[in-house]
């Protein structure tokens, strides 16, 4: 069965972890490439490569070598200019700088963490993230940059990317083609997950894929999303993307409470609404990938028999 997972940073980390314990899984990772903060922002701005954080922890958690995969994520300490580079960080910065076509180099970095599965970016050139943002007084002001719009404490009435137009990767749009899921979610909804709807053939594939799509809801809000409700989370989809159709959403009950506002937000995507307890046992607003495996795996493989090519 051919996965598609879309997203950055940690939420799309947690989905990986999840859909690697899911057996008979082809799984492709589609990483947003706009971060401009930390080790990553250092990188880009220095070298002019992809933003290599949020595809090294994309990597990292389909890793099927767990030694190289701690090495890729030890992150240097110090005040040295090697501090804060996490070390894959800076090996993904080499192997882009050794291949003109970073397709290549993450498929060479792939080899070397025995990752199961495939790591794409969204687009092969970087891009940045741009919002409007109302603060508390009413006034409307543009925020740019991908750190700077996760980290607002304003409203963010509307997200964009730049260029408006850049190139989708060929590789994450055929497999989109191919796909028999789509999944959308976790993660930073303004900054991790939306950004995919804004590249045009990406987004246009997307809508044209027939393969089912799952949103998994997060499970509490961060600072860019504080204002939203998780009704609001599933409404913003369709916005940047009105042809967008979804078969199941899933949440966490405990996340969601009142389930109603959220299953009939599910059902104007055309969804179903899955509860399962999804959230670590200690009760943090973190996925725990044995509870995200086991409902993943309910929802992938009801009806296996009627996905295309199997």
């Avoid at 389909?62 to 240097?76: I, K, S, T």
């Avoid at 609001?232 to 989809?237: G, I, N, R, S, V």
């Avoid at 009105?242 to 959403?249: E, I, K, T, W």
Wanted: glycine share 10%.
């Amino acid at each position: 069965m051919r996965v598609v997972a879309f997203g950055g940073g940690h939420g799309l980390s947690a989905s990986l972890r999840a859909l690697r314990r899911v057996p008979g899984l082809d799984l492709t990772a589609v990483v947003t490439v706009a971060d401009d903060g930390g080790s990553s922002g250092r990188l880009r701005a220095e070298r002019g490569v992809l933003p290599p954080g949020d595809l090294r922890q994309a990597l990292a958690a389909l890793a099927g070598d767990d030694g190289a995969a701690r090495l890729f994520q030890y992150r240097f300490g110090g005040t040295d200019p090697l501090a804060g580079h996490p070390v894959g960080n800076l090996v993904l910065c080499g192997l882009m700088e050794l291949h003109a076509d970073p397709v290549a180099a993450l498929d060479e970095a792939a080899v070397m963490l025995r990752v199961r599965g495939r790591v794409l970016p969204m687009s092969r050139v970087p891009l940045d993230i741009e919002a409007d943002v109302r603060d508390e007084d009413g006034k409307v002001e543009p925020v740019r940059g991908q750190h700077a719009v996760a980290i607002t404490r304003g409203h963010v009435e509307a997200v964009r990317i730049t260029p408006a137009t850049p190139p989708a990767c060929t590789e994450a749009v055929r497999a989109v083609h191919d796909a028999d899921w789509l999944i959308f979610g976790p993660g930073s909804w303004y900054t991790s997950v939306i950004p995919h709807l804004l590249v045009p053939r990406l987004a246009d594939a997307i809508e044209a894929s027939p393969a089912r799509r799952l949103v998994t809801l997060n499970l509490a809000a961060e600072k860019e999303t504080a204002s939203l409700s998780l009704p609001d989370h599933l409404a913003a989809l369709t916005r940047y993307l009105p042809g967008l159709r979804a078969d199941v959403v899933l949440a966490d009950g405990k996340a969601v409470g009142d389930p109603e506002p959220v299953d009939l937000a599910a059902e104007s995507l055309g969804a179903r609404l899955v509860l399962a307890p999804v959230a670590v046992p200690d009760g943090g607003p973190r996925h725990d990938p044995s509870a995200l495996a086991a409902a993943l795996s309910g929802i992938l493989t009801a009806g296996r028999g009627n996905d295309r090519g199997t």
